[in-house]
Structures are given as C-alpha cells and as structure tokens.
C-alpha cells in the first residue's frame, strides 16, 4: 500500500468529475486500500478518489469509532434521501483545519459496487450519511466550501493559497 498526495483547494483538479469505474479490478482494489491508507494516515473519515487526483467514482469511508469498518463506494448513486436536513459541520481533507457549517440530508440510501464489485445498498444517517454526500459531491467536482457564501469562500481561498506558499518556502529552506 501507499500513501496518496491529497489535493488541496483550490486546486482546479478538485473540480473535474470522475467517470465511472468500468470493471473493479486488482487496480481498482489497490486504489482503494492506498485511499483507506491515506484517509487514515491524515486522520480523516472519508476521502473521494477526485482529492488523490484519480478521476473515477470511488469513495472510501470509515466513520466507525475503532476506524476498521471501512465503506467502500464504487460508482455510487443516491437512490433515496430523507427530507429532513441537518446541519453539521465539516472538515475536508482537501481543505485541512477549516470547518464551517453545510446543511445535507439527515439519512440517505446509496447503492454502490463495493470493493470486490458486488452491488449493494445502504441506508445510512448521522455522520456516515454526510460524509457520503460529501464525498460524492467531490466526485461531481464540488468542494464543500462551494455551500458557503462568496465572501467565505473567497477568505478559505486566499487562506489556503497562504498556507501552501508558507508550506513551500519551508520545504525549501529545509
């Protein structure tokens, strides 16, 4: 296995939109167990392959509170979603140390192949349902930030391009 480079906004490759995996295959699975690495290794709970630059519909998630009951979603879809809202906050792997409030529906369904190409279904609620709608949304090139008003986004942008020239002067003073 190997770690990925995640991808940090505003990178305009956070905005392409993954095409459909044709055939889950050794390839597909070893991009998955590198995705799972590096959702851990960053400590975070979900992770679309869009923010490892690898434009196909696969998703991987662990919400769980031991993080070993990974959600593999290839080509997901959202087949239900429940009227009721819930507004939570999110963080982004994407976009490290920023959290803003985003309003998602409270429970959805989603049906997906899982990492040895079965379909499957899934009712899901609570965070797990945010972080599958979160992470499909990278898939359709859309970054959680893009809920947020102009004006914050626009300061997420400006703070995020900081970050990473301070980062690369670091780097290269090193």
């Not at 429940?82 to 959805?108: N, T, Y």
């Not at 690369?168 to 003073?173: A, S, T």
Request: glycine letters at 4%.
């Amino acid at each position: 296995m190997a770690t990925l480079t995640i991808l940090r906004y505003p990178d305009p490759r956070l905005h392409k939109i993954a095409r459909p995996v044709a055939v889950v295959d050794a390839r597909i699975r070893q991009l998955v167990d590198d995705m799972l690495e590096t959702m851990r290794e960053a400590d975070g709970v979900g992770l679309a392959a869009t923010q490892v630059d690898v434009h196909e519909q696969v998703i991987v998630i662990d919400t769980s509170q031991q993080r070993d009951q990974p959600l593999v979603l290839i080509n997901p879809e959202l087949v239900w979603r429940s009227d009721e809202r819930v507004i939570h906050e999110e963080g982004c792997l994407s976009v490290p140390a920023i959290f803003e409030k985003v309003q998602r529906h409270a429970e959805v369904t989603v049906a997906a192949l899982d990492r040895e190409g079965q379909r499957f279904e899934r009712r899901v609620e609570g965070l797990t349902a945010v972080c599958v709608q979160h992470e499909m949304d990278h898939l359709l090139g859309k970054v959680f930030v893009e809920y947020l008003s102009p004006l914050k986004r626009e300061r997420i942008r400006i703070k995020m391009n900081k970050r990473t020239r301070e980062e690369l002067q670091e780097r290269q003073q090193a």
